[in-house]
């Protein structure tokens, strides 16, 4: 007898393989693998959090409708229009599902986010990788590779791993150069820790245009990773499609509890984005005093090239560093061989490695 049997092209799919954590033999693990919170989250969201114990046998808001109101207060839109999730994540496979099917493409940069190729794969559309020009999406590049199968584009703003990102008229110029009927997916999940005038998180783009979605996510400078929550901003028929192939309760009560109270503690959000950037700043001076290039970075990490020479190159290094309890990011998966990239961490952590970096190569 055969056994139940995926659709084609299921078993080629290579799984997500997140940021590792441990690092055996090592006193103290420091984690600047997954782009983390520096200072957790805020007491705020903590508390409640802690009081939503007492409400566990309840389900949740379905809509999580208070949430979706306050997300609306603090960034100015539109609450009918939010959809939320287990993460952006959630929001990103539901959008791919939604309008990608077998046969269809989706198109991101070279270097994007992995997940929006794994869900692609899993509708049975083939992914194509746009390149970039010095680590940054290339408008041209992605217009280029648009055909009558296309049917969603993503762009992660700013780009992990590269920390890269494009001004908002250039935001403006890719949407303006795709057919109505393919969705632009804006991947936001940095864009509380950018301060350049010229970006927008994509917002505006969703307000102007009935095919394009911004994805935003709690768990970067809000520090809720652990509870999975996220959110989309879509045109109403799309938040429509969205709602009606989500999960009824998709959102845990603690989840939204979470949320909501750090959404109110914007005072938090704004010291973590100054520690981030202050922090940012302090590593990459002394990894250009150590004469390492690295990509200028927009988020919460750096992504850092290493030369080709035994002892020194990034795989080498990435050993160093865990033998050390410092766990980084290999860029295998990303297509970004001879490179690592760290998450700015707390200042123990960012002393730490780059302690055992300007070690390393002040003796080469």
Not at 118 to 142: H, Q, V, Y
Not at 166 to 180: K, V
Not at 253 to 271: C, K, S, T, Y
Request: net charge negative; hydrophobic share 40%; proline share 5%.
């Amino acid at each position: 007898m055969t056994s139940p049997q995926p659709r084609p092209g299921i078993l080629d799919i290579k799984p997500y393989i997140p940021g590792a954590s441990p690092a055996p033999g090592a006193a103290k693990t420091f984690k600047l693998s997954s782009n983390e919170s520096a200072l957790g989250a805020s007491p705020k969201a903590i508390n409640a959090y802690n009081e939503a114990a007492g409400n566990l046998f309840t389900y949740p808001d379905g809509g999580s409708t208070a949430l979706r109101d306050k997300i609306a207060e603090i960034y100015g839109l539109d609450a009918s229009r939010i959809v939320c999730g287990a993460g952006s994540d959630e929001i990103l496979q539901l959008l791919t599902k939604a309008y990608v099917g077998e046969g269809d493409n989706i198109i991101q940069s070279e270097h994007g986010f992995l997940v929006y190729a794994l869900a692609a794969k899993s509708c049975g559309a083939e992914p194509r990788f746009a390149k970039e020009t010095n680590l940054t999406t290339d408008i041209d590049a992605m217009l280029a590779l648009v055909d009558d199968r296309t049917r969603m584009m993503f762009v992660a703003n700013p780009n992990n791993p590269t920390g890269s990102y494009i001004p908002e008229a250039e935001l403006l110029r890719l949407r303006q150069g795709l057919r109505d009927d393919i969705l632009l997916v804006v991947d936001a999940a940095y864009a509380e820790f950018m301060e350049q005038p010229d970006y927008n998180g994509g917002e505006k783009l969703v307000d102007q245009f009935d095919n394009v979605v911004m994805t935003r996510t709690f768990s970067k400078i809000y520090g809720l990773a652990a509870l999975r929550l996220g959110w989309g901003y879509c045109p109403p028929a799309v938040a429509d499609v969205l709602n009606r192939i989500r999960g009824p309760f998709n959102v845990t009560l603690p989840a939204q509890a979470a949320g909501l109270a750090a959404l109110d503690d914007q005072n938090f959000v704004d010291l973590n984005r100054a520690f981030n950037r202050e922090e940012r700043n302090w590593m990459t001076d002394r990894l250009t005093a150590m004469g390492l290039e690295f990509a200028p970075s927009f988020g919460n990490f750096i992504l850092i090239k290493f030369p080709h020479r035994a002892g020194l190159n990034a795989k080498d290094i990435q050993d160093l560093l865990k033998s050390e309890g410092v766990i980084v990011r290999e860029m295998g998966a990303y297509k970004l061989e001879g490179y690592l990239r760290v998450s700015v961490g707390d200042k123990e952590a960012n002393r730490k490695f780059i302690e055992v970096l300007t070690k390393k190569f002040s003796s080469s």
